[in-house]
């Protein structure tokens, strides 16, 4: 027997072909109607989403990707970017490929196998673990490997959002900002929501992302005044994890926070969500209530504290 060959997979959630409504249709027709993204009774969201969703939701979001997009949609830019930094920093071969759309998981996996890898790394880019994300990378995998007779070893990492690298990244990465453009009244972390139903029946999401700001937070000795976290991209009718990013930015302006800046510690890339509900949409929200500095720390992307702490994430699991 050879020694073990091994490649890592980074997975990233994905993003359309294009910025035009097809596209954008396509993309949410394949991501919407995975159950651990909506879980709603199969039956009726399979007519919800062809009857209320996709014929009126890609016009409009297509508009936004359009208002983001450089060569390519900026998520899979950025993935691209960290995928080549860090197999550099590695001298491993590393890859990607994204849940939803382009680059797909299964065709990258089977070529891995095929080429004789037997130790795959896979690591879902989302820092805390949630059914609705790493647990639908997972199912990937396991529909992957039920159909294939030879099977790799296999470690996926779960999530990061503790891993002292990542604590000090992000730390690292909001004190650079804030040396180079002053502090705000309120430096606000930002989490993706889930809808509030998946926590109470288990996904300790929250809990994460909740521990995980208080951990960034304790980093850069903030005082408990001087920071908060909210949950944006609210999707459909239902509560969803609170307290909400754009009620919250509302609110403040009215009681007198003058400045706020936005960090996003669940998104490693930046994307539509960050680039345009937070940098544009909450901006608007914060500004038109009567705040007056509004800013937007970027995600970690593929800054070199961010490569440094996924190779040493990575690192620790190599064979
Ligand atoms: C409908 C339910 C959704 C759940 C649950 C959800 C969880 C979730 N998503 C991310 C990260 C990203 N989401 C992105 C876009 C996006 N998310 C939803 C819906 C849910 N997300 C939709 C419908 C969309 C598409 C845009 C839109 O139509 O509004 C993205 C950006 C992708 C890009 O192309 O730039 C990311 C990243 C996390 C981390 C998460 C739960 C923890
Ligand atoms: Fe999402
Ligand atoms: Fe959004």
């Known amino acids: 027997m050879t020694a073990p060959k091994t490649a890592i997979v980074l997975i990233n959630l994905g993003t359309p072909d294009a910025p035009t409504p097809r596209a954008v249709r396509a993309y949410l027709k394949e991501f919407l109607s995975d159950p651990r993204v909506v879980e709603a009774p199969r039956w009726l969201w399979f007519w919800v989403l062809r009857l209320f969703v996709l014929p009126f939701r890609p016009r409009r979001v297509a508009r936004l990707y359009a208002s983001v997009w450089n060569q390519d949609s900026p998520i899979r830019e950025i993935t691209e970017q960290q995928t080549r930094a860090l197999g550099e920093r590695?001298?491993?071969?590393?890859?990607?490929?994204?849940r939803y759309g382009r680059p797909a998981m299964r065709p990258l996996l089977d070529k891995l196998a095929d080429e004789g890898h037997d130790q795959l790394v896979i690591l879902p880019l989302y820092p805390q673990y949630s059914g609705s994300t790493t647990g639908a990378v997972a199912d990937v995998i396991a529909e992957w490997m039920h159909g294939r007779r030879e099977l790799p070893g296999l470690t996926l990492i779960r999530d990061y959002w503790e891993h002292p690298a990542w604590v000090d990244a992000m730390a690292t990465s909001i004190r650079t900002f804030r040396?180079?453009?002053?502090?705000?009244?309120?430096?606000?972390?930002?989490?993706?929501g889930i809808?509030?139903?998946?926590e109470d029946k288990g996904d300790r999401y929250g809990e994460r992302c909740r521990r995980s700001a208080q951990l960034i937070a304790q980093h850069l000795s903030l005082a408990d005044d001087e920071w908060a976290i909210t949950f944006q991209s609210r999707f459909g009718p239902k509560e969803w994890l609170q307290?909400?990013?754009?009620?919250?930015?509302?609110?403040?302006?009215?009681?007198?926070?003058?400045s706020v800046q936005l960090v996003c510690p669940g998104f490693s890339a930046d994307c539509l969500e960050t680039l345009e509900e937070i940098d544009a949409e909450n901006r608007e929200v914060f500004l038109s209530a009567g705040g007056e500095r509004f800013q937007y720390i970027p995600a970690?992307?593929?800054?070199?504290v961010h490569i440094d702490a996924l190779a040493r994430i990575v690192r620790e699991v190599l064979p």
């Open 90 to 98: 590695l001298g491993v071969p590393v890859h990607y490929a994204m």
């Open 300 to 304: 970690l992307n593929a800054d070199p």
């Open 243 to 258: 307290p909400y990013t754009d009620k919250s930015l509302e609110a403040w302006a009215g009681q007198g926070v003058r």
């Open 179 to 192: 040396e180079q453009h002053g502090d705000a009244d309120k430096l606000v972390f930002s989490f993706h």
């Open 195 to 198: 809808p509030k139903e998946y």
